[in-house]
């Protein structure tokens, strides 16, 4: 690793329970009541975050309202107001530009901050995170959680360590002998069932996976693989990058009522390509998605190249997708689009190739 690499002090801010934090600060009655922001549940809502309370019962982000409920009786469930977490996010923004223009967004509550060349605190980034915290809390009332460490992987984990209303330090001695003992299932980039074959290889936290080759790690799981032993290693030499270029442009729709016939899933997919169309603004595509969920939440999706939507292959697609169900009813369905450099030769504006 280079010394470049080494010296970064890199800063992973997360809000606290955001969306839910907001509600509750504009609504004092909400506190200290089990809480999620989300879709009805008699509606097929989906969660999108929950205060500390519900997630005593169980209650998490991206479950269906209707578990949430089921979990917690109790449970006040209340409609998102985006504009106002927009707001807030722009404040919290505000806040982190005081002291890097080293910015990188993951959402609205949460990024990654470059403080390697601030002067701020004694050029402390401990010190940085903590004032940055504070100042979070009296200009919006809310709290967050920090996570300080030489690279973007470690300081990210490292934020999930003392929430809420907490930080972590990892200093850059420590980044190995922390990486060594972390739980696979940690490492941003293994999911469950990525840590359950994992697990069936004896693999179970980073120190398992030095033991194996790249090469090896690899062969079970693709590009991935390699990643994943740097990380076992405490190694992540990704930049803080100000700037994301967009890869793709996509719309799902969740359904009132399942689907059990690739027809229907078809139908709704044209029915979202209008809406598609406006938010690609006349980018140049040069591949096409879709997805569908299934009624019992696991998903497909089917990717092909194209740069005209031709809906004989759109319906191909569908069926294709519906096919690997086998039989299971469809609550989801999705399409989307790999965007291009506007200036590539052979790509076109979304068409969808009818007249």
């Not at 982190?96 to 967004?105: G, N, V």
């Not at 998605?289 to 569908?318: C, G, I, N, R, Y």
Request: charged share 25%.
């Amino acid at each position: 690793m280079s010394e470049q690499v080494r010296g970064r002090k890199i800063i992973h801010v997360d809000m606290d329970c955001f969306y839910a934090a907001v509600e509750m600060r504009d609504n004092p009655e909400y506190r200290g009541r089990p809480l999620a922001v989300g879709g009805a549940a008699d509606s097929r809502g989906v969660i999108a975050t929950c205060n500390y309370e519900a997630r005593a019962f169980g209650v998490r982000s991206a479950m269906p309202s209707s578990e949430a409920k089921r979990r917690c009786p109790e449970l006040l469930l209340v409609r998102g107001r985006m504009e106002v977490y927009k707001a807030v996010s722009e404040q919290i923004r505000a806040i982190f530009a005081r002291y890097t223009e080293l910015i990188e967004p993951l959402s609205l509550d949460e990024a990654y901050l470059d403080v390697t060349d601030c002067a701020a605190c004694q050029g402390s980034a401990t010190r940085i995170a903590e004032r940055i915290r504070a100042e979070i809390l009296a200009e919006t009332g809310l709290t967050a959680s920090a996570g300080i460490a030489p690279n973007k992987f470690l300081a990210k984990v490292a934020s999930d360590e003392n929430k809420p209303n907490g930080q972590c330090v990892i200093p850059p001695g420590k980044t190995a002998e922390f990486a060594a003992a972390l739980p696979l299932r940690k490492i941003p980039g293994v999911g469950p069932k990525t840590a359950e074959r994992l697990a069936e290889r004896g693999l179970h936290i980073g120190a398992d996976v030095l033991a194996c080759t790249p090469e090896q790690l690899a062969q079970w799981l693709g590009k991935f693989g390699p990643v994943l032993h740097l990380r076992a290693q405490g190694i992540d030499a990704r930049p803080v990058q100000t700037h994301r270029e967009r890869k793709s442009v996509g719309v799902e729709t969740t359904l009132a009522v399942d689907l059990n016939n690739a027809t229907g899933c078809y139908e709704v997919l044209l029915g979202l390509l209008p809406e598609l169309e406006r938010r690609l603004r006349d980018r140049p595509f040069k591949g096409v998605q879709v997805k569908l969920k299934f009624h019992d939440f696991q998903q497909t999706t089917l990717a092909q190249q194209a740069t005209v939507l031709e809906p004989t292959q759109l319906k191909a697609m569908v069926e294709n997708a519906f096919e690997r169900g086998e039989g299971r009813r469809v609550r989801l369905v999705g399409a989307s689009v790999t965007l291009a450099p506007p200036a590539a030769e052979g790509v076109q504006q979304l068409s969808l190739g009818l007249g």
